[in-house]
């Protein structure tokens, strides 16, 4: 591990602070609002996911590679893209700035938010079983993964606009899979709500997160190998630690 791990894991917890903030904040914001999350309302949510992830991305991606998805780490390491060593310590600082993410809304929104919405938690449409919800969580996951390896990976893209292409593509995947499975696409983005619902006595699905992990984790792998295999990017140098650079939900 590089000497300057501790601000690379910084970098991964305030980027993923943002990203649920601004995602959980915006449906609990949409409930407070009109009391329910309409279609449009899920675009606006998409809208500022987008943005979060593409401040964090500008901000971070020089430093950690602005992974903020427990998802995307993962997904770089089984394909030998980052250090498996520097795996764990960066999903442990990515799911701790999505539970301090939902924190703070508790703190800005009170009682209200577990109360309307379980601080914005990512949970199963009614009707939709469980196996949908993992395939939903997959289809999400693969296209925002996709944009990863063509904007933040691929050496021939032009990075510039890597930000935006992967924010609007978790916005894309929020108004196609949002309605079925909430469009978690990230651990991290979930994790945070359930633990702040349940520590302010709400009732949690907990039994749900799983589809929230092995969900992503299959679309992000898929999207690796495929983008490997069908635009076969140049072989990477061996990348300095943390600069991987990537971005999520």
């Given amino acids: 591990m590089g000497p300057d791990l501790p601000r690379r894991l910084g970098a991964e917890l305030v980027g993923s602070l943002l990203l649920t903030l601004f995602g959980a904040g915006a449906v609990v914001a949409a409930l407070l609002h ?11 949510v998409g809208l500022s996911f987008a943005v979060a992830i593409a401040i964090a991305v500008y901000a971070f991606g020089p430093v950690s590679g602005a992974h903020i998805n427990p998802t995307v780490t993962l997904s770089l390491a089984l394909t030998g893209r980052f250090s498996w060593k520097e795996a764990g310590p ?14 703070l809304i508790l703190g800005y929104v009170g009682a209200e938010a577990t109360e309307l919405g379980g601080v914005g938690l ?11 919800g993992i395939v939903a969580e997959i289809v999400g996951t693969y296209i925002l ?19 935006w292409v992967i924010g609007f593509s978790v916005a894309a995947a929020v108004l196609v899979v949002g309605p079925v499975s909430g469009a978690s696409l990230n651990l991290q983005r979930t994790l945070g709500p359930y633990v702040a619902n349940t520590l302010a006595g ?14 992503p984790v299959i679309g992000g792998v898929l999207a690796v190998l495929s983008y490997d295999w069908l635009a076969s990017p140049p072989e990477p140098e061996e990348p300095p630690p943390g600069q991987s650079p990537g971005g999520g939900e």
């Fill in 34 to 44: 009109e009391g329910e999350v309409t279609y449009a309302g899920f675009g606006f």
């Fill in 90 to 103: 960066y999903v442990v600082a990515q799911l701790l700035g999505g539970v301090l993410a939902a924190l």
């Fill in 122 to 132: 990512t949970e199963l449409a009614d009707g939709v079983g469980y196996e949908q």
């Fill in 145 to 163: 993964v996709l944009a990863i390896m063509a904007m933040a990976i691929d050496p021939r893209a032009d990075a510039s606009w890597g930000g």
């Fill in 202 to 215: 709400g009732d949690t699905p907990w039994a749900q997160l799983p589809i929230y992990l092995v969900g």
